[in-house]
């Protein structure tokens, strides 16, 4: 096998990766009865001088969010100007090996004019955004249709609130609240 056609291989456990003539088996391999096998799912690295391959397991690269992907966060804290968010996953519901920090500017939250990001967002909502930016704090947007507040609850009593139509209310309390919510309120797996 080509060297360059090698190390695009993407491998799973039992999965040839090579001929023990080609390379000795390293970290992430095995070798038997003459072909060197992968342990894990990953990808090879080859090291010439040594004539070693190994597999690197795939989740050594950390899953972060992207520029355009979709991610849900739960709201920390809402001030006038922005509110701050954990973000946990992915649209699909992968989680990340850690919590990433989301900042969503009050610009950002609804293609009409909102004054305070608190008139529409508060803390312990959980949000399905977009996100703008490659780095942390990752910059977060609601404006489009389907993105906003995919779970809230009373400001007064603390229970979950139910959407009618546009409003949220509280089954509890009967307070109602308002939110930039997101169609997908309360039909969410992962929150
Ligand atoms: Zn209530």
Request: hydrophobic share 25%; with cysteine.
């Given at each position: 096998m080509r060297l360059d056609e090698l190390s695009k291989l993407r491998l799973v456990p039992?999965?040839?990766?090579?001929v023990l003539e080609e390379f000795l088996p390293g970290n992430g391999t095995y070798e038997h009865e003459g072909i060197v096998r992968s342990t894990v799912v990953g990808r090879p690295l080859i090291d010439l001088d040594l004539r070693v391959v190994e597999v690197r397991p795939a989740s050594d690269r950390v899953y972060m969010p992207a520029v355009g992907s979709v991610v849900y966060g739960i709201v920390s804290l809402v001030k006038d100007e922005y509110a701050l968010t954990r973000i946990y996953c992915d649209a699909k519901c992968r989680k990340y090996l850690t919590t990433f920090t989301g900042i969503l500017y009050v610009?950002?939250?609804?293609d009409t004019y909102v004054k305070s990001v608190y008139e529409l967002v508060r803390p312990g909502d959980v949000v399905k955004a977009k996100v703008l930016?490659?780095?942390?704090?990752y910059r977060l947007t609601l404006?489009?249709?389907?993105?906003?507040?995919?779970l809230a609850y009373c400001s007064s009593c603390g229970a979950r609130l139910i959407k009618h139509g546009n409003a949220l209310s509280c089954p509890a309390c009967k307070s109602s609240e308002n939110r930039k919510t997101s169609p997908e309120y309360s039909n969410i797996k992962c929150v």
């Open positions: 039992g999965e040839e990766v090579c610009s950002q939250i609804s930016s490659d780095t942390p704090p404006k489009e249709r389907q993105l906003g507040v995919v």
